[in-house]
């Protein structure tokens, strides 16, 4: 950060902040509120606890997390030397492409070296690593076991001015909290339509595309294998005739979080019996043969997630001063794909980038630009979600226009990430929102893609063997062939 850019982030922008939620992406905002406002103050309905219990807010805390390199990025800024932290309390570093093995629409990815650090850990691990960093930061206070039951406005109802607040303990003690700027990261579960609702403006509407998924996560001991050279593996099932798939990731504490995931109300079973025979009916026995001799740490625990879900208040011609919603109270991805996290982290620092060009306060229409500007951060994860949901028929949601010949494009696409090192790279760093989209359909990858199709594949063919790393461990793929 520049000097000037530093000078610009102390100022102040009011006396006090609010923030609804205490997960990642509501800490994430309290660190950026304060640095513009006297107090910030975080409302969380959940214990705030040190324990890395998975909190019961958080429905989705037991299973996989995926953390990518852009959410790195703005972790890593607001809290420098977070990820050494991390690696050094447990946390496990890996070389994304090198050390994930991938079995995505019916080919296993291409293994080699790469610069995409991943970090892999448990989502209370991470949460409770944010926390500490953020309690120990400037003028930011907790009121847990409370939720935001109403909005506190002006007589004329166009500036928020505060919000209710509704202690769980205490007999249900309420009382008021004044603000000069609001931030929901309060999930799925955000009362903000509703609020606003009652304000009289409208609703925001919203864009779902229902898949119906469902999660059975355990946590195993992870085996001593001295032939096994991965660290994530995963198994995703192939549209349209499959539904089942299975992930491997490492965490803190030499263990692994295990989830068989099931589209489309293929759930899978909660007991031990079901759970491995789900597993076994996945495409390629990796998965299963992984985890039949390793020791289970804690009882398998289930979930369900029915819809992608955008509540675009960029599209709202009227919104009140002083409330912003960001992460899942605004958009919310299929979990399989991981973006979560990462897609509120960009949020999180678009804020910061429009409060530091305000002043000497928050300025009039800033909800509505901020709601613009953030949705062209949402529509990258969004198109890449609801593209590969939509190969599903039977996924409910309105297909966009050119949707079959897209998804021939991008089938190709991912078939050619199997052996054409170049477009893997391109789409990893996509995953990890390095890159925008645009780069999978930049002239050098349509070439690609459509001499793979017409068959100009260097002589590769088809090979249903999971690729190995060399036991030198440079990172190159084992040459593998596809017809």
Not at 5 to 21: D, H, K, N, P, Q
Not at 55 to 66: D, K, L, M, T, Y
Request: charged residues 25%; hydrophobic residues 40%; proline residues 6%.
């Amino acid at each position: 950060m520049t000097a000037a850019e530093m000078s610009a982030a102390t100022r102040r922008l009011g006396e006090r902040a609010v923030v609804i939620g205490g997960g990642i992406g509501g800490l994430l905002s309290a660190r950026v509120l304060s640095d513009y406002f006297d107090r910030v103050t975080i409302v969380e309905g959940d214990p705030i606890s040190e324990t890395l219990d998975p909190r019961e807010g958080v429905p989705q805390g037991r299973h996989v997390h995926a953390l990518f390199g852009g959410g790195v990025r703005v972790i890593e800024r607001y809290y420098p030397k977070f990820f050494d932290e991390l690696v050094a309390d447990g946390a496990v570093v890996c070389d994304f492409a090198r050390d994930l093995c991938w079995y995505h629409h019916g080919v296993w990815k291409l293994r080699t070296d790469s610069d995409l650090t991943s970090y892999w850990q448990s989502r209370p691990f991470l949460e409770s690593h944010v926390r500490r960093r953020t309690r120990s930061d400037r003028e930011i206070a907790f009121l847990e076991r409370c939720e935001v039951v109403g909005l506190l406005s002006s007589a004329d109802k166009t500036r928020i001015l505060g919000v209710e607040v509704k202690h769980r303990d205490e007999g249900g003690r309420t009382e008021q909290l004044e603000a000069d700027l609001i931030v929901d990261a309060g999930g799925r579960g955000s009362r903000t339509p509703e609020w606003l609702a009652s304000l009289g403006y409208p609703r925001p509407e919203e864009s779902t595309v229902e898949v119906d998924i469902g999660y059975a996560s355990r946590v195993y001991e992870r085996p001593d294998d001295a032939s096994r050279d991965w660290q994530i593996l995963a198994a995703f099932a192939t549209p349209p005739d499959h539904t089942r798939s299975g992930y491997i990731f490492p965490i803190e504490g030499r263990r692994w979080l295990v989830s068989c995931v099931g589209y489309l109300q293929d759930y899978p079973p909660d007991d031990e019996a079901g759970f491995l025979e789900f597993a076994r009916a996945f495409e390629v026995p990796d998965f299963v043969e992984a985890i039949t001799d390793a020791r289970p740490l804690s009882p398998i625990a289930a979930f369900r997630f029915s819809a992608n879900r955008w509540r675009r208040y960029d599209r709202l011609d009227r919104l009140p001063e002083g409330l912003v919603a960001l992460g899942d109270a605004v958009c919310s991805f299929n979990p399989v794909y991981g973006q979560g996290m990462s897609a509120c982290a960009l949020q999180v620092e678009l804020l910061d980038r429009m409060l530091r060009q305000a002043g000497p306060t928050v300025p009039a229409g800033f909800p509505r630009r901020f709601f613009r500007r953030a949705a062209k951060i949402l529509f990258n994860p969004w198109f890449l979600a609801t593209t590969s949901d939509f190969f599903y028929p039977r996924t409910r949601g309105e297909r966009p226009f050119g949707t079959k010949l897209l998804h021939w494009y991008v089938g190709r696409l991912f078939e050619l990430c199997a052996w054409n090192r170049p477009m893997l790279l391109r789409f990893y760093r996509v995953m990890h929102f390095i890159d925008q989209p645009a780069v999978l359909f930049h002239p050098y990858a349509v070439f690609q893609v459509i001499k793979s199709a017409l068959g100009f594949r260097g002589g590769y063919q088809r090979s249903t063997a999971r690729p190995r790393l060399p036991v030198t461990g440079t990172g190159s793929a084992i040459p593998q062939t596809y017809s």
